[in-house]
Nanobody, 117 residues
């Protein structure tokens, strides 16, 4: 069974940066899973619905929510079955639990990002 594990969350001041990682595991089933199915990052803040932040499609094309354009960058390392979300110029509204997801297959458990002075 494929599993996803996020890491890299934490507390950062406004204007700061964090890089989140999403590692896929599960033996041969996880090999190339991001290339085959794509990878998405979502976030959810208290009292709000989970929302799409960014994704890489199986084609390799990337898409971003308007609220993170030019601040966040999604990428994947094909050899390591790991995806990343580089987050720059963070603001307090970015505070949320961030999840990675392989569409239609599996969600990670989430990592907390808190932006506060």
């Amino acid at each position: 069974q494929v599993q996803l594990a996020e890491s890299g969350g934490g507390l950062v001041q406004p204007g700061g940066s964090l890089r989140l990682s999403c590692a896929a595991s599960g033996g041969s089933r996880s090999d190339g899973i991001f290339r085959l199915y794509g990878i998405s990052w979502y976030r959810q803040s208290p009292g709000s619905q989970r929302e799409l932040v960014a994704r890489i499609l199986s084609s390799g094309d990337t898409e971003y929510a308007d609220f993170v354009k030019d601040r966040f960058t999604i990428s994947r390392d094909k050899t390591k079955n790991t995806a990343y979300l580089q987050m720059d110029n963070l603001n307090t509204e970015d505070t949320a639990v961030y999840y990675c997801r392989v569409p239609g297959i599996v969600w990670g458990q989430g990592t907390q990002v808190t932006v506060s002075s």
